[in-house]
């Protein structure tokens, strides 16, 4: 029985001694993560150092197609009192009704924070004429993508808001008079 015991003492004492490990292994993480946080912090407040900043680089904002797509758009609707708006998010175009709760409206939001819409025509006072989004090979064989497209749809339908989709190379501006006008 005394070896029992002392089994179980050992045991104990190397359980203990695991979980004493374990913690200091996670309060070492801990205390790493949090002078990598406070290193990235400090870095934002100094003027010369420039370490934080090298992890960034520049991004084209379009791709040769969409270049392209937007020269050819601006030279068509040059004549027109109109602006052309690239990339624009939806949560800029629309917005989720204040009357719903917190979770519902916080989910809808989410929604609609991370899509955007490829080209916005407005009009001389900020009031959009209609939208404009260019549909890669993806768009008829990707399902997230499809996914993405039915909720595009569904929702400037539901807002009255036009929603024209071309291509990627077309060109066929004439669908857009309509709304140029």
Do not use: P
Not at 4 to 14: R, S
Not at 71 to 100: F, G
Not at 154 to 175: G, P, S
Request: with cysteine; net charge negative; proline share 0%.
């Amino acid at each position: 029985m005394k070896i029992l015991k002392q089994i179980f003492g050992l045991l104990a004492d190397y359980k203990y001694q695991r979980i004493i490990e374990k913690k200091e292994e996670e309060f070492k993480k801990i205390i790493e993560e949090e002078e990598k946080w406070a290193w990235a912090e400090d870095d934002k407040k100094s003027e010369n150092n420039d370490k934080f900043y090298t992890k960034f680089k520049e991004k084209k904002l379009f791709t040769q197609s969409e270049q392209k797509f937007m020269d050819e758009l601006l030279e068509y609707t040059k004549n027109n009192d109109i602006q052309v708006l690239s990339k624009v998010r939806l949560a800029d175009m629309v917005e989720v009704q204040n009357n719903l709760e917190f979770g519902e409206k916080r989910g809808l939001f989410n929604k609609i924070k991370s899509k955007h819409i490829d080209f916005v025509i407005i009009d001389t006072k900020g009031q959009i004429k209609c939208l404009i989004e260019l549909d890669w090979w993806n768009h008829y064989s990707d399902i997230q993508t499809q996914e993405n497209d039915k909720f595009k749809n569904e929702l400037f339908e539901t807002l009255w808001l036009n929603l024209v989709r071309f291509k990627v190379w077309q060109t066929d501006f004439e669908k857009l008079n309509q709304y140029l006008t």
